[in-house]
């Protein structure tokens, strides 16, 4: 459906009919998989895809996304590239274990494109996890943040283009991005489990390569604590179809200039691998305490 500034342009790159209608595609091709539906959607990111083969959760069903027509495919390594449908202390979840990035080629729109499925598949909240450098001195490799705010201006916005109307509205309030209640939850666990957990600004910036220090320094007057290449726009892009979000960051390295270390893409999935079994344990409790 077309909004009312539509009627007249001819030629726009991005077509919502058409971007909803392979969103239709995609959502029947998964549905020939399982007939689950997920209440919670749940994304892996570098070095944390693990969660998706932990023994604790009930596999109903596993769709490698190359077998999804007209879904994106991952090409980064840690990245794995498949849906996982499993039931989990009472909720139906769907994990995306890998997703796709703007550095990959892929337009924000077909980066944000899977987690749009899983909202039409049913997913009404979405956990978003990813490796992030830090930006303030105070954190640690290790640590985790559950997101409270994003700058997101230094990338496109997912929304650019005509809106999607069965999706959501053309301009999208982006106050209480990040559900408090939800925050609130991953604190509170996060303090029962001895793990550390804060609670800040993320930062993202298109990548592929890391920042220089001055550019971390620009970060820091702006107000970030940590810095990645992901879940900013997906969040903008749930709020869009009015999800709840949780975004759980985890510290793999002090950004660039902070301190006097230098880090590698090895490094950042080898340090998500150490901080995995705590993370894991406290994804478990956040579903199974979830209000949904
Ligand atoms: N910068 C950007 N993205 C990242 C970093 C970083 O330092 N670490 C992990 N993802």
Redesign the pocket.
Known sequence: MRDEHSENRVDVAFEADMYYKRMLKSTASIRRRTDMVPSIAVVLGSGLGHFGENKHLNIVAEVPYSEIEGFPRTTVAGHQGKLIFAEYGGKNLVIMQGRVHFYEGYSMQDVVYPLRVLHLLGAGTVILTN???AINPDFKPGDLMVVRDHISFMVPSPLIGENVSELGVRFSPMVDAYDPELQKLVMEIGQELGLTVHNGIYMQ?T?PQ??TPAEIHACRILGADT???STAVETIAARHMGMRVCTINCV??M??GVGDHTFSHTE?LETAGRGESGYTVLMEKLIERMPC
């Open positions: 490796a992030v450098g910036l990548g890391y920042e810095v990645g290449m793999t390295n950004a660039a950042v």
